[in-house]
């Protein structure tokens, strides 16, 4: 499974990409509104780091208006991928869009269904929240699960790309369904390489390595 990190804050970035195991990013109006800057120049250093996809999201209302920003975007670097919602509307730009060759992460995404119009609309990406999910009482996970099998029944080729991700236990359910990507906030990314029992073993291993006799 890849894993793409949820942030516009560069200094994550930077961190996520030094450990080779950031295979793309997302980022919203949120995400951007934190990081304080400029959204196509953050976008552009984003891209200058990290060479799989990364999402640029419109905020258009109508299609004509997402299609306009989502070639703005594309023009920004070869590997942003452009977010539409989950609308009407946005169906009908992640069909023009797609006709011209850019590729579209369908966002906001919380049933099967609307996962099954994302794809037959074309998009490369579909978004299932699953902490917004999880936040109102529903089980998110049980979204991505329905969306595997539906794509799988089918062979539809759009991936799956678990966002509204909160802890390593959606990680782990994502991986364990065959979801295609899980979108993660740095501390979460984190989180994935830290066990107690790794960092107690660390400490006994270095505590006993000064017993060792050493030649002078
Ligand atoms: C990613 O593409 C989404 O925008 C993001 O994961 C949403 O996460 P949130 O529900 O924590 O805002």
Redo the contacts with the bound molecule.
């Keep these: 499974m890849q894993l793409f990190i949820?942030s516009a804050e560069i200094s994550e970035i930077k961190k996520a990409a030094e450990t080779s195991l950031c295979d793309g990013v997302?980022?919203?109006p949120?995400?951007a509104a934190k990081a304080g800057r400029d959204y196509n120049d953050i976008l552009k250093e984003i891209c200058s780091i990290i060479k799989g996809p990364v999402?640029a999201?419109t905020v258009s209302p109508d299609a004509d208006g997402m299609v306009k920003e989502g070639i703005a975007f594309s023009k920004i670097a070869k590997n942003i991928v452009v977010?539409v919602p989950m609308t009407v509307e946005g169906m009908k730009a992640c069909q023009q869009l797609t006709k011209k060759g850019i590729r579209v992460?369908v966002?906001?995404v919380f049933s099967a269904n609307q996962a099954l119009l994302a794809a037959k609309s074309g998009a490369f990406l579909v978004?299932p929240?699953v902490?917004?999910l999880d936040d109102i009482g529903k089980v998110g996970m049980d979204v991505v699960r329905d969306i595997k099998q539906v794509y799988d029944n089918y062979k539809l080729t759009t991936q799956i790309?678990v966002?509204?991700?909160?802890n390593p236990i959606h990680i782990l359910e994502a991986a364990k369904i065959g979801a295609d990507i899980a979108?993660v906030?740095y501390s979460v990314f984190e989180q994935l390489f830290k066990h107690s029992l790794t960092d107690a073993g660390i400490k006994k291993f270095l505590e006993d390595w000064e017993k060792v006799p050493k030649k002078k």
């Excluded at 966002?163 to 909160?166: F, G, K, N, P, Q």
């Design positions: 949820d997302t980022t919203n949120t995400l999402s999201e977010k992460n966002t906001l978004s929240f902490g917004r790309l966002a509204s991700v909160r979108t906030p």
